[in-house]
């Protein structure tokens, strides 16, 4: 199988993933009701515990690259990768942690933060904004694997800025449209948020793992990949909570995805375009 095959694969088990959480957790709110805060939420939790198995199988299954395979054959390998890349590549870490902060920080609100914000501060009903959410991951698995492949035809980094731009300019679209609580423009928003998202994911991974060298390259991009969940993605919920609070306005958190967004922007511009050149 060539390796764009395994890109547009991989690519779509990646926006398939949403999609099966979101529904098995709209499955569960609908099956549980009023006890879903109560006890229904371990039910999705308990199966998620069944794809650990599932993602094991699949990674012991998964060849090895070629080019990694010639390194191993070579004896090329690096004893201590992590140790390595960390000495040799501070500022590509860095800079590829930065850069996910525009497509970390908006997914986990669009995703996780609405429905706080929905159901609590808007009396939305709940499994409403589940169906929209489980509406934009399956967009999601055909915009991801598009702006993946828009990336090779067109570059990275320009995909890259140009999904920065359109993040940062969405928040303030997003809110006042679900703010109106009427339920077509609340579900257009939520629908819609997880495309400026996609514009980044999709070119995401290729870039990150081109800004490494091959003998480094695993450790690098999941240094730099990791490292923003840390900073960025985990952080962002609790940031839009207490921007809520103390602003009580979702404008405040439209600007926190802007301030994201301009970091990824001019981290994404610092960083070298390879795609499509042999590494």
């Known amino acids: 199988m060539d390796k764009n095959k395994i890109k547009l694969i991989f690519l779509m088990l990646m926006s398939l993933e949403l999609f099966t959480a979101n529904l098995a957790v709209l499955g569960s709110s609908a099956l549980t009701g009023d006890q879903f805060l109560a006890w229904g939420w371990r039910i999705p939790f308990v199966l998620s515990l069944a794809l650990v198995g599932v993602g094991l ?87 991801i694997p598009l702006f993946g492949h828009l990336s090779d035809r067109f570059g990275r980094k320009r995909i890259y800025i140009i999904g920065a731009i359109v993040t940062g300019i969405y928040g303030f679209v997003y809110f006042p449209l679900i703010d109106t609580t009427m339920p077509v423009l609340v579900f257009l928003a939520i629908v819609l948020s997880l495309i400026p998202h996609d514009i980044l994911y ?11 060298p091959a003998h480094l390259r695993y450790s690098g991009a999941s240094l730099g990949y990791q490292l923003s969940s840390v900073i960025a993605g985990g952080p962002a919920p609790l940031i839009a909570a207490w921007l809520l609070g103390r602003y009580h306005s979702g404008m405040a958190i439209a600007v926190f995805i802007l301030a994201s967004a301009i970091v990824s922007l001019f981290s994404a511009m610092a960083l070298r375009d390879r795609t499509n050149k042999e590494l």
């Open 202 to 212: 999709g070119p995401q991974a290729a870039l990150i793992a081109e800004s490494f």
């Open 57 to 143: 199988y699949v990674r012991l299954g998964i060849l090895e690259t070629p080019v990694f395979a010639r390194l191993a054959a070579g004896r090329r390998i690096e004893r201590a990768p992590v140790a390595e890349v960390l000495r040799r590549h501070p500022r590509e870490i860095a800079l590829t942690a930065l850069c996910r902060m525009g497509e970390q920080a908006p997914f986990y609100i669009f995703t996780a933060f609405v429905f706080s914000y929905g159901s609590d501060t808007l009396h939305i009903d709940r499994n409403f904004l589940l169906t929209a959410v489980l509406a934009a991951s399956a967009l999601s698995f055909v915009s």
